[in-house]
Nanobody
């Protein structure tokens, strides 16, 4: 049974930074595409970025230059470093794994809430 557990969410002021973590088991992050998504109430889940099997990373335009996805292969953990957070960054953030694109992944975590205050 695949498990993805996000952590690291919280409240931050606009302009601040947060790092989200996603512990994934048993899918190895080295052999699966992985990604981050976010959703606000009343809107569809949107892709933030994903890492393809070949290692290339794609980000949605709105976060380019501010957000960075990385992996700790030894721990099988996925990270999302978020800098220069804007009010629009307030959302539930989800990690995903396997067959990921900016639209979807096969498996999802339960999410971690990020709230950006003015």
């Amino acid at each position: 049974q695949e498990q993805l557990v996000e952590s690291g969410g919280g409240s931050v002021q606009a302009g601040g930074s947060l790092r989200l973590s996603c512990a994934i088991s048993p899918l190895p992050v080295t052999r699966n595409s992985v990604g981050w998504f976010r959703q606000v109430p009343g809107k569809e889940r949107e892709g933030v970025g994903f890492v393809a099997l070949n290692g290339s990373t794609t980000y949605v335009d709105s976060v380019k230059g501010r957000f960075t996805i990385s992996k700790d292969v030894a721990k099988n953990v996925l990270y999302l470093q978020m800098n220069s957070l804007e009010n629009e960054g307030t959302a539930m953030y989800y990690c995903g794994a396997r067959h990921c694109s900016l639209l979807r992944c096969d498996f999802w975590g339960q999410g971690t809430q990020v709230t950006v205050s003015p």
